[in-house]
């Protein structure tokens, strides 16, 4: 048969959901389909998003309680003046670990991976668009954060900062191979966040449930989108900085040294074009978790969404504009402090009106003091403050004087913690059932709040005043009899605080996993589609594909949810809809299981690691890579099928 | 699912492939074209801003790079379309014995181009060491070499697996309809950076 004729083939006959196959006999047939192959190396097989976006939020948690721990000893440090607890070598390790840590293994990760859980049960489709691209991105990043861990265990950890400014991270002054082991972990993370970046965006704009318009996506859907758009768009410029940082350190290129006409400064724009984005890409699917927790919370849609998602949207544009604010210290052309001013201040409008909008929506809804929201109103408190020190800091006269003080350490902690980590421990709460079956404890949830509000505001607020009276950042020591001794104390408990509270919810999510009160389907009442079907969700996410013709679909869904029906239970088989209004397009095949994804990795991490030593590792270990991609993407089965398989 | 459902619409009719922006991998290549765009725009970026500490570019006493190679590589480039574009429409036309006779073409094409690229790299009278002028222009040498070798691979892969019969899956000839779209990509990469690599050190020095 050509494949012309095979094109105009009537559909098989073959099972398929519907109204004679649908229920437990159905539910048996498609768990079959979409379970993992048995034992270990199934494990490693998996391409289930769930498990995917399950592995990449507890691996984050991880490395944020490593991360957590080593700000525990900087805090014990500086608690009283001339502390000798830690040297200075060692403190430049650790605080290059922390910013590093947290920023590349724990902020991005954690919320791709809540958006690899979440998009596809949001959107009402069966699985992503990529699932093996989906496994490849979380064992690069698994791979990445070894990388980083092991070095700093055999005590060749970066001491460069989470920036890698080079004079400092080049050739001359960053001898040995800590800066390159800093550089060759942004490879490895930024390929991980572009792979899962790509498959997102590709899962939003043709996975929608049939009726699911732009205009009916949920809010934290619109946020995973603008993000990944931002992901592709910004990640690059940091694989590139950091390639031709390791290309100056390894092959004697001059990209960022002046004395043979390269510049330090290219690095400071490279980074920063990929770096002030970044926060946005940490903080726009925060926003995300809010509009959907506080829409729930109140019991009504929130107010203003065409507002949100332009704000969104906006955000993600003017996030482009401002990496300069960075450079302020650096020295620029007048007309470059006032335009990056502007810019910076400007940014603050789309996200004041999204806060707005939140707050109306709370004001006209009957709010239910959870503890999701309460996590949502600490946010709102935590961030505005932030965001106000953001603005004053925007102004170059100030910036200048405030620059590398504990002031911006308070700031960019108010916004970060504040903006990302409240919004994140809220929807962790919030979508705990989802995952697990089972809710957490309110009780505890709740006096782990208190206690990581209150705490959060005694670590990070004294910082503040301890930047004004001239604290430098990264710096191991200070001196007696400057006022630097309270503020310094204040924040060392408070962080301890903060590090109780934390335990105490991670304690909370272990208890819970086995004492929690079952979850009903839709235990918070809901109104987007992750909740229409079971918790935990099964394999296949939905044994129907739903229609939805509303932004709260459950809300207005009656007694019975309209489905579409005729998909394949037997093979993994996915409805494509169209980008804009998502009418039912296509249906084609989702890759089965697969080991390659994992062997993949495998190669490119002794490729990447190698070429720290040797430019030809390059050469040489693009093979191994080479064979296990092709491996991956070969067609398993002897002869192609009527109707299409990946296997 | 916890409600009843009702059933309103059956998609078994629906195709099972589709050309263009209708399928899922048309997305996945326009992904990964932006991010390897973006990756370009930025190292042209880098490229001006290295260019500005220079008061001539190229700088003295280092010589442009000689023109023969790269001009014969953007020749090769442009013809390539052709069999490219052949290859395009029969795919899309579901022409399974045209693909099969023009991809080894372009993979002879690829070969050669490989040939004139160790050419243009020996021609660029700079090396990456000597300055930062030297490391841009092979960095960015280098950065489309990958690009070529990444669709080369490719095409390749696509070659051998085309003449099994799993070349006969439509599906298969999306994937050749897409291959044909990332190199289209990968020689319009490749026009700015001739001009910056071997026109603009001439016009500024």
Known sequence: MTPAERAKQPPAKVPRDGPKLTGPKLEEKLAETWSNPPGFIGWLSSVDHKDIGRRYVITALIFLALAGALAIVMRLQLSKPDNDLIGAARYNEIFTMHGTTMMFLFAVPVMQGMQIYLTPLMIGTRSNAFPRLNAFSYWTYLAGGCLLWVAFVLNIAPDIGWFAYPPLSGPQFGVGKRADIWAQMVTFTEIAALAAAVSLTATILKQRAPGMSLARMPIFVWATLVTSLMVIFSMPSVALASSLLLSDRLVGTHFYNPAENGDALLWQHLFWFFGHPEVYIIFLPATGFVSEIVATFSRRTIVMYPIVVMSLVATGILAFGLWVHHMFATGLPRIGYSFYTAASMSVSIPTGLQIFCWIATLWEGRPRLQVPLLYVIGFIFTFVIGGLTGVIIAAVPLDLQLHDTYFIVAHFHYVLIGGAVFPLLGAITYWYPKATGRMMSETLGKVSFWMIFLGFQLAFFPMHIAGINGMPRRVYSYPAGMGLELPNLLSSIGSMVVAVAVLLFVINMVVSLRGGLKAAPNPWGAPSLEWATSCPPPKYNFPHIPVVDSRTPLWDAGEKMSVVHGLRVEERELLLTTVMHAKPDLREPSAEPSIWPFIATLATTVMFVSSIFSPWAVVIGAMPVIIALTAWFWPKSPAPEREPVIS | ?205
């Open chain 2, 1 to 205: 699912m916890s409600l009843q459902p009702s059933f309103i619409e059956d998609v078994s009719e629906l195709p099972t492939h589709a050309f263009s922006y209708r399928s899922l991998t048309w997305w996945g290549i326009i992904g990964f074209m932006v991010i390897e765009g973006a990756a370009f725009a930025l190292a042209i970026a880098a490229y001006f801003f290295l260019m500005s500490q220079e008061q001539e570019w190229a700088p003295r006493p280092w010589a442009p790079p000689g023109l023969l190679a790269g001009t014969l590589f953007t020749l090769v480039m442009l013809l390539s379309e052709i069999p490219n574009t052949m290859i395009k429409k029969a795919a899309e036309s579901y022409g399974i014995g045209m693909v099969r006779k023009l991809l080894p073409w372009m993979v002879g094409i690829g070969l050669l181009l490989f040939v004139i690229r160790g050419f243009e790299f020996n021609s660029l009278n700079v090396l990456w060491y000597d300055n930062a002028y030297g490391s841009i222009i092979w960095a960015l040498l280098f950065l489309h070499t990958t690009h070529v070798a990444t669709d080369w691979g490719d095409t390749v892969v696509l070659w051998r697996l085309m003449r099994t019969p799993h070349g006969e899956d439509p599906r298969r000839l999306v994937d050749t309809d897409e291959n044909a779209l990332y190199w289209r990509f990968v020689w319009l990469a490749w026009l700015p950076i001739y001009v910056l690599i071997y026109w603009v050190p001439r016009l500024f020095q």
